[in-house]
């Protein structure tokens, strides 16, 4: 198990943590310094694009002829839609369709997916909320009961559920096969949300960049802001997804080694017993 | 404007408190598992000793000087 954790993570055996053989535990997972630098550079390239983008998109970039100083907000929603919906919802039901495939089944798979979902959570609540924050000066309430607003509530809904189903005890391929199976399901709710603009009459506005007809109805200043705003949480979501990825590796080496450590320790202390006289054990002998 | 910067303010806040509720949470499990793997060490430094057979006594009731093995 510890094998294919390993080999898969970009994490190696530490030679300061390596164990003998008799107490049971394994190696401990310690990230290489690959790892890390490219951990660090993903996080700075992200935190600079976010910087440059809040800059570009609320000072720089001119107010819209129809929505005036609104539109900026449309440069940091749908890149975090789009992070949130087709990124760690997508990448989260991909992980969930190998690890059920049996040639690819591995916890690698299983781990992926719920380090995606964690942080795709996050920026589904990003999404509804700066939606709506949006809707309010511009439709005149915070929320409707439209198909797109519903659908990615319910998708939220479906991916707390998935959470909380991870955190039900089981046996880790168990738990893996049952998120799997989660996931494919609530992930049917990302296509649905994508085209519940086009199948139904929604006040929801259609897409700017991704439409139909692949031409963009955004130009100049504002197009490149959008764009900076999809690059830069693009990368902020890969750098979550690697530390949360990593706190899953963390997790799962503990919940496997507690015991046989504590049975290591129970066995030493029996040593030490074992070596005492009988009179230093209170004269019982 | 002051809906676009409580836009603004929420996602970048939530984005943040959650990126340091991440690397607070794997800097304590880092931690912990090193400390782990340092008991583990010790642990591992001490001869070996069989585990008492209790014969489907309580464990306190199986001396360790009468320990069979």
């Known amino acids: 198990m510890t094998d294919d954790r390993s080999a898969s993570t970009g994490t190696l055996p530490h030679p300061q943590a390596s164990v003998a053989p008799n107490t049971g535990v394994t190696l401990a997972p310690v990230q290489t310094s690959r790892a890390r630098v490219t951990e660090y550079t993903i996080g700075t390239l992200a935190l600079v694009g976010t910087v440059a983008t809040v800059w570009l998109g609320v000072w720089v970039t001119p107010p819209d002829k129809v929505q005036g100083d609104l539109v900026r907000l449309v440069y940091i929603h749908p890149g975090v839609a789009w992070v949130a919906l087709y990124l760690a919802f997508g990448l989260a039901a991909v992980s969930s369709l190998l690890y059920l495939w049996p040639r690819t089944r591995s916890l690698f798979w299983d781990r992926l997916a719920a380090a995606s979902v964690e942080v795709g959570v996050v920026f589904n609540i990003c999404t509804l909320v700066s939606g709506s924050i949006w809707g309010k000066p511009t439709w005149g309430v915070w929320w409707v009961w439209d198909a797109r607003l519903t659908l990615t509530a319910v998708l939220l809904i479906m991916f707390l559920g998935y959470m909380a189903l991870r955190r039900v005890p089981a046996e880790p391929e168990v738990r893996a096969r049952r998120s799997a199976f989660v996931a494919l399901f609530a992930a049917v709710d990302v296509p649905l949300v994508h085209f519940s603009v086009n199948w139904w009459n929604t006040l929801h506005q259609g897409a700017t960049v991704l439409n139909a007809n692949l031409s963009p109805q955004i130009h100049g200043s504002m197009a490149w802001t959008l764009l900076l705003g999809f690059v830069a949480l693009t990368l902020l979501f890969v750098w979550m997804l690697l530390v949360r990825y990593r706190i899953g590796v963390l997790e799962d080496w503990l919940a496997d080694n507690e015991l046989d450590l504590a049975l290591a320790e129970r066995q030493s202390e029996g040593a030490g017993l074992d070596d005492k006289s009988p009179s230093d054990q209170g004269g019982a002998a | ?69």
Request: glycine fraction near 4%.
């Open chain 2, 1 to 69: 404007m002051r809906y676009v910067v409580g836009g603004y303010v929420f996602i970048l806040v939530v984005l943040f408190l959650y990126a340091v509720q991440l690397v607070w949470r794997r800097r304590r499990l880092a931690r912990a598992v090193s400390q782990v793997a340092q008991v583990a060490q010790v642990a591992a430094a001490a001869p070996p000793v069989p585990l008492r057979a209790t014969a489907g006594r309580s464990i306190d009731a199986v001396p360790i000087a009468e320990d069979p093995t």
